[in-house]
């Protein structure tokens, strides 16, 4: 069965260097997103992605975050200068064509900032 | 904003029923989730409800949606060990263009032997 796959599935960092979370989504879905968890709270929304732009995005996803597809596969997450409360679980997440309701999560990306 | 709400914890013994609930307030909401996250992993599907059924059935799983009272709940007939996780309803609203979801807090379901 297809999976949207994440790497790496941990990362620690120190404060104020960059960090670029990748995913690969589904082969045959066109849309892309990535939300976060912070520990014991809830799965946060940050951005949507479609159409090679984004769609929508929530006020956590300031200008520290952006989002690419550099390749017909990938999907990254880039945070330009980590904070201490970047420190989350980060899932990408997929799904396809209008109709096609089902949003596959991928296993995830643990953040630790320093 | 839209906002979902789900009970902490839930113990029920092996073999029972489990009834997990949730309230929504965004009225436009037209599909609803129930996920599952097992320790360290990502969030599984493991159902989804539009928001004109009140029923959807799906082997051990049954969710029910009130819609007038926006209630969804997730009953998982023969509770096992393995069906110890956290679950966490969410919604998708009408509202927007793209379709990213709101989560509830999540419930950690314990099943007991």
Redesign the interface.
């Known amino acids: 069965e297809p999976e949207v796959t994440q790497t790496p599935s941990h990362q620690v960092t120190q404060m104020g260097q960059e960090v670029i979370l990748r995913c690969v989504p589904i082969s045959n879905h066109l ?1 892309f ?1 990535w ?1 976060r968890q912070i520990l014991g ?5 940050l951005v ?1 992605f ?1 159409n090679n732009e984004i ?2 995005k ?1 006020e956590i996803f300031d200008d520290q975050f952006s989002v690419e597809r550099p390749d017909g596969s990938n999907f990254t997450l880039k945070i330009r200068s980590t904070k201490l409360e970047d420190s989350a679980m980060y ?1 990408c997440a997929s ?1 396809g064509l209008a109709g096609q ?8 990306t643990r953040l630790l900032v320093l | 904003g839209e906002d979902v709400e789900q009970s902490l914890f839930l113990s029920v013994r092996e073999g029972d029923s489990s009834v997990i609930n949730c309230t929504y307030t965004d009225s436009s909401s037209t599909y609803l989730y129930w996920y599952k996250q097992e320790p360290g992993a990502g969030l599984q599907l493991l159902t989804y409800i539009f928001s004109n059924m009140d029923m959807k059935q799906d082997q051990r799983l049954t969710v029910l949606l009130n819609k007038k009272d926006k209630h969804l709940s997730l009953r998982i007939a023969d509770t096992q060990t393995g069906d110890s996780a956290i679950y966490f309803c969410a919604e998708r609203s009408r509202t927007g263009s793209a379709r990213q979801l709101t989560f509830g807090s999540g419930t950690q379901l314990t099943v007991l032997p």
């Open positions: 849309y997103y939300y709270q809830k799965v946060e929304f949507s479609y769609s929508e929530s899932f799904t309701e089902t949003q596959y999560f991928g296993p995830g």
